[in-house]
């Protein structure tokens, strides 16, 4: 199994980004993916952000997301990607897809997103 996170970078203050992730190894169509996040810091644990199910019909979002980001999915790519709109500051952090499933448990190496002026 391989998830590669790219599309991070640094914007401003109310920017977008949009990130993407390519997955291999497994059959991606099956399977939802989410995205997490983690702020710099210490002791700041990685946060959930927003999840697809496997033909994309159904989305969840953590409710401070809500509004500003959108996850989506092309299953013929084997790509799911994280729309992000008005980015603050506080979005700073290393953005991460996951696949979660019976036989494992699986993170990108994460793409850094700064927020800054």
């Known amino acids: 199994v391989q998830l590669v996170e790219s599309g991070g970078g640094l914007v401003q203050p109310g920017g977008s980004l949009r990130l993407s992730c390519a997955a291999s190894?497994?059959?991606?169509?099956?399977?939802?993916m989410s995205w997490y996040r983690q702020a710099p810091g210490p002791g700041k644990e990685r946060e959930f952000l927003?999840?697809?199910?496997?033909?994309?019909?159904?989305?969840n979002y953590a409710d401070s997301m809500k509004g500003r980001f959108t996850i989506s999915r092309d299953n013929a790519k084997n790509t799911v990607y994280l729309q992000m709109n008005s980015l603050k500051p506080e979005d700073t952090a290393v953005y991460y897809c996951n696949v979660a499933a019976s036989w494992g448990n699986y993170w990108g190496q994460g793409t850094q997103v700064t927020v800054s002026s």
């Open positions: 190894g497994f059959p991606f169509s099956r399977y939802a």
């Open positions: 927003a999840t697809i199910s496997s033909v994309g019909g159904s989305t």
